[in-house]
């Protein structure tokens, strides 16, 4: 194992303290380990509250700031967080509107989440929270009870944010959440594994010439594993279950977000993005916005995922919104 890190035990608290001292707009408790935007809460606003297992940087703490998150959870490498880690979010945030909580489909951060929600009830804080469930690969992981929670996490957490800073209200955000994980939907590949800090060794092995088509972000098996393939092979084979399960269809336009796991650079990020795009466009397919980048991530690992999410014109508005967080920023 070939990391720039400490000791493993350490790497979540560390990098940490490296984000507080990169980004001082940011509020952190190093106790619990949360990260929350510094003009929390806002009177008035809904509060968004999403969070996850480390490893997938920028998501979730890269994504806290004015138009997306309020606060952020992560818990240990590919590790739910806590509980109390949630509470001390939503509690945090909690201007008088309410709470949403965004929640990746994996049973760990569902069953904490909806502890968190409970005690914050509680306390007189009114939460709601949404499942994101959109990688069609497979119906059940070793992480979860149905599908997957993954690229559209990113979407929902820009476009709910949006709306929030925007004065809608808890019930009117929610609304929106389930709408874009309604339309969205995501699947992935991996070219090699990746290496926990805490295990020392591969997650998995993939031969040389051996690709997953339908991997998880923590490593999760996939559809199948084929050989290695051209990027325009590739593409179709993400594409296609993807157009077919919505189903997506001629003249929908949509937002497509093609996203790096970790070791894949932009050269080949946009390689697949061309690929993508002239599949679609034999569909009549219309890509209205894009994304293409590492924005949820599995350590080091190679490979890609692409995300559609089918737009309507409050969506698109939303997307455009203004935003400004450590990994997403734009009209402000």
Request: aromatic share 4%; glycine share 12%.
């Amino acid at each position: 194992m070939k990391k720039l890190i400490n000791e493993p035990e350490d790497v979540v608290a560390e990098a940490l303290q490296g984000m507080e001292r990169a980004h001082p707009e940011l509020r952190i408790n190093h106790d619990l380990h949360v990260v929350v935007r510094s003009d929390a809460p806002v009177s008035g606003k809904v509060g968004i509250v999403s969070g996850g297992g480390s490893g997938h940087e920028p998501l979730h703490g890269g994504f806290v700031g004015m138009g997306m998150l309020d606060a952020a959870c992560p818990g240990e490498v590919f590790t739910s967080p806590t509980p109390d880690q949630m509470l001390e979010a939503t509690k945090a945030v909690d201007g008088g509107a309410g709470v949403l909580h965004i929640v990746k489909n994996y049973t760990g951060d569902v069953l904490n989440f909806e502890m968190a929600a409970e005690l914050a009830a509680a306390d007189g804080v009114d939460v709601e929270a949404v499942v994101i469930d959109d990688d069609v690969a497979v119906q059940d992981s070793s992480f979860t009870a149905g599908r997957r929670g993954v690229g559209a996490t990113v979407l929902a957490e820009k476009i709910c944010g949006a709306a929030a800073e925007a004065g809608r209200s808890l019930a009117e955000v929610k609304e929106l959440c389930e709408r874009v994980n309604a339309g969205g939907r995501s699947m992935g590949v991996a070219l090699t594994s990746c290496t926990v800090p805490s295990a020392g060794k591969p997650t998995f092995e993939l031969g040389d010439d051996e690709m997953e088509i339908g991997i998880g972000i923590h490593g999760e098996p996939g559809r199948e594993r084929r050989k290695v393939a051209p990027a325009s092979e590739v593409a179709k084979a993400l594409v296609d279950p993807i157009v077919a399960d919505l189903p997506f269809e001629s003249g929908d336009k949509v937002l497509l977000f093609v996203n790096s796991m970790g070791g894949t650079p932009l050269i080949e990020l946009y390689i697949i993005y061309n690929e993508v795009a002239k599949l679609l466009a034999e569909r009549g397919i219309e890509i209205e916005r894009n994304l293409v980048g590492p924005y949820i991530t599995s350590l080091e690992m190679q490979g890609c995922s692409v995300t559609m999410l089918k737009l309507d014109d409050e969506l698109t508005e939303l997307w455009d919104a203004p935003v400004k967080t450590p990994a997403l920023t734009w009209g402000a």
